[in-house]
């Protein structure tokens, strides 16, 4: 069947004529494991002594396999440097991904994005294997093992859907998960492993703000007694949802405006668990003032969540909680029949659809962010026939621009400026090694955004300014066409993005092409670039009017070009005729 599927595409693409404009892939910077001697590009790390390490202190602890995620406790897409422990051992820097060590082999688990990042960043100590799921990463881990042996894992690193699907693929298998909550990783990364974030937290001016922290305590407070369980606490775990509940900001992790925290929010109580030193008297004043005990925020430290949770849950309470972002560490702590689990918390259900306020706030701070960037496109015009540009001057010059704007407060992530056969990577950044001279005789892709006050953009632009192949114009035509088709798309009230996704990649499909990334994600008011759970994926909640997303269909073709056109679009109510 896959035989038939790749000849068919091939039939699809010489009868819109330009299967002869398809080059060759000519990259040449990617690692050659099976060369004598092997080759490892200057971008990948030596990671040998760092992996000789790890395995020592695997073995003192009686394990024979360590899964390593990419994550951080709070599970969110974007960590902060000393979280990054896939990134300093093996030296991929993508933001997907799983690794394995045994005793005797590595690897690396990541999606289509990233792969050819990784072919770039690693040695040979590990192999890259194409896929990321649980169902894969345990076969390649059984096979290496005996009967009675330990995989360990670290419980804060650990999502209880992941926790609950390799449990579930190890029974019967002779082989147990360990625990260990004392991550290995960091034991060898030791004194070289960056320090806590110690940025200022601080509250947001009214004005941009489109309810006060008490307002949403109420809110929230009620869907919890309107709830058929009748929870009497909310467990906030995601970085967005303190920082959403209190309107609060910070910058523990890069390009996000969050920072590092807890919240148990009770009936009669509010507990907000953060580094303490970091908590200035006007931020505890605006938390404590003109409140009766059960809207003052008692502030603890960071460290204490687990402790006050197990207290916690001793008496007669159910604790809601959302187990996409909840970690292994705090579930387990929480007796089953004290539990109240969904995908998602009401914090973050209730922050997924914009208020008018926001919305318009959102929208005002689209209309600068325009100014920058067509500021950036015609700076390019100029200068790129002048052979004077590069993607790292892109980069740096499309945020100079952006900061003039009012109330910016900075980039909403690293720009994706790539040119030529970089922009075939749907996620590449350049650096020092990889910067490219931007030529107009190849495709430009920059996908950028800004960090405001009143908002959080992305947009994507593709450009040539020379004379594109058939072969790039048609791909940047069905590109376009995806783009237009999905923002004008009319839908029922909830219906859920995957059902509607693929009208963006139909075109597309028309002549055997697709992409392997999502379709668009969520966007917030001052806070992720990547907001869940709104967005075109199976887990994610059905579009309903107030929701704002990006649409942001690609094609990318090995070696040579990337096209991707990005807009932000909000869930409007639609006028039909009956």
């Known amino acids: 069947m896959k035989g038939f599927i790749r000849t068919l595409t091939l039939i699809l693409i010489t009868q819109h004529g330009f299967a002869e404009d398809v080059p060759k892939p000519r990259d040449t910077t990617i690692r050659n494991c099976t060369a004598s001697p092997p080759y490892i590009p ?16 695997m073995t003192a602890n009686n394990i024979s396999a360590y899964i390593i995620p990419a994550t951080d406790p709070h599970l969110g897409e974007y960590t902060a440097d000393r979280e990054k422990r896939i990134k300093w051992l093996t030296g991929f820097t993508g933001s997907s991904g799983t690794a394995v060590v045994t005793l005797t082999r590595g690897a690396v688990f990541t999606d289509s994005r990233y792969w050819t990042q990784a072919e770039r960043q690693m040695d040979c100590n590990w192999e890259l294997q194409k896929i990321l799921s649980a169902y894969e990463i345990v076969p390649w881990i059984l096979q290496e093992l005996q009967d009675g042996d330990a995989i360990g894992f670290d419980p804060f690193l650990f999502s209880i859907d992941d926790w609950q699907s390799f449990n579930n693929l190890l029974q019967d298998s002779g082989k147990v998960l360990s ?16 320090t806590l974030p110690d940025n200022r937290i601080y509250d947001i001016p009214n004005e941009f ?6 307002e949403k305590v109420i809110d929230i407070r009620k869907q919890m007694e309107q709830h058929s369980q009748k929870p009497t606490a909310v467990l906030l775990s995601a970085l967005e949802e303190s920082a959403w509940l209190f309107n609060l900001r910070g910058q523990d992790v890069p390009n996000n405006p969050f920072f590092y925290s807890y919240s148990l929010l009770t009936n009669d109580s509010i507990r907000f668990f953060v580094n303490v030193s970091r908590i200035t008297d006007s931020v505890h004043t605006y938390l404590n003032t003109n409140c009766p005990a059960s809207t003052c925020v008692q502030i603890l430290d960071y460290e204490k969540v687990r402790e006050t949770v197990t207290d916690y849950v001793k008496g007669e309470v159910k604790v809601w909680i959302g187990s996409k972002y909840t970690n292994y560490g705090l579930y387990e702590v929480i007796p089953k029949g004290k539990l109240v689990s969904e995908n998602y918390s009401p914090v973050m259900m209730t922050k997924s659809v914009k208020t008018e306020k926001e919305q318009e706030l959102l929208k005002q701070c689209h209309i600068r962010d325009a100014v920058a960037v067509v500021e950036y496109l015609v700076w390019l015009e100029k200068n790129v026939p002048k052979d004077v540009v590069t993607e790292l001057s892109g980069a740096d010059y499309v945020d100079q621009l952006r900061a003039k704007q009012a109330h910016f407060r900075g980039p909403s992530f690293s720009t994706i400026s790539a040119g030529g056969l970089n922009a075939a990577l749907p996620h590449y950044r350049p650096d020092n090694q990889t910067d490219r001279r931007l030529s107009v005789t190849e495709m430009y892709l920059i996908d950028s955004g800004g960090q405001y006050y009143d908002g959080t953009t992305d947009i994507t632009r593709t450009l040539h300014w020379g004379t594109p192949t058939h072969f790039e ?3 940047y035509t069905r590109v376009l066409m995806g783009n237009i088709e999905l923002s004008r798309l009319v839908f029922p009230p909830r219906t859920s993005g995957r059902v509607i996704e693929s009208i963006a990649r139909t075109a597309l499909w028309e002549v055997g092409l697709n992409f392997g990334h999502g379709t668009g994600h969520g966007i917030g008011n001052f806070f992720a670039v990547h907001e869940w759970p709104v967005g075109f994926q199976s887990n994610n909640i059905g579009f309903t009017k107030g929701m704002f997303t990006s649409i942001e269909p690609g094609y990318y073709h090995d070696g040579y070009f990337g096209i991707r056109i990005e807009d932000i679009a909000v869930v409007v109510e639609a006028d039909t005729e009956v």
Do not use: C, F, M, Y
């Open 179 to 194: 625990s260990i909550p004392d991550n290995l990783v960091d034991a060898v990364w030791g004194g070289q492993r960056p």
């Open 473 to 475: 114009k048609e791909a």
């Open 42 to 57: 200057p971008t990948a790390k030596d990671s040998t002594e760092d992996l000789k390490n790890l395995r020592q202190h």
């Open 209 to 214: 703000v489109g309810s006060t922290w008490q």
